[in-house]
Nanobody, 119 residues
Framework: QVQLVESGGGLVQAGGSLRLSCAAPESIFRINTMGWYRQAPGKQRDLVATITNAGTTNYGDSVKGRFTISRDNAKNTVYLQMNSLKPEDTAVYYC?????????????WGQGTQVTVSS
């Protein structure tokens, strides 16, 4: 079973910073889009940020200007630098990796990492 390894979550005060990492195994070939989503209790899973293999980024409106997504293609790893964190950023953050599989595109998900921002 393919597993994405996430790290970097934790507890931080409002205004602080955290950096999330997500490493995909080498068995996933030709990764195209990598990204992060988050889900707060009782809410749907929402887009945080994505980045294509060409480096094109896309951000959710609530994190623009505060979060930065990047990737290291040689390491199959995606990062999320989160600055100026707010209590409303509290959620479980999920890594997402998309790659060709058979005749389509398959989305792999991480197990989630908790980010808690205290006021």
């Amino acid at each position: 079973q393919v597993q994405l390894v996430e790290s970097g979550g934790g507890l931080v005060q409002a205004g602080g910073s955290l950096r999330l990492s997500c490493a995909a195994p080498e068995s996933i070939f030709r990764i195209n889009t990598m990204g992060w989503y988050r889900q707060a209790p009782g809410k749907q899973r929402d887009l945080v940020a994505t980045i294509t293999n060409a480096g094109t980024t896309n951000y959710g409106d609530s994190v623009k200007g505060r979060f930065t997504i990047s990737r290291d293609n040689a390491k199959n790893t995606v990062y999320l630098q989160m600055n100026s964190l707010k209590p409303e950023d509290t959620a479980v953050y999920y890594c997402n990796v998309q790659a060709p599989l058979y005749s389509g595109i398959y989305a792999y998900w991480g197990q989630g990492t908790q980010v808690t921002v205290s006021s």
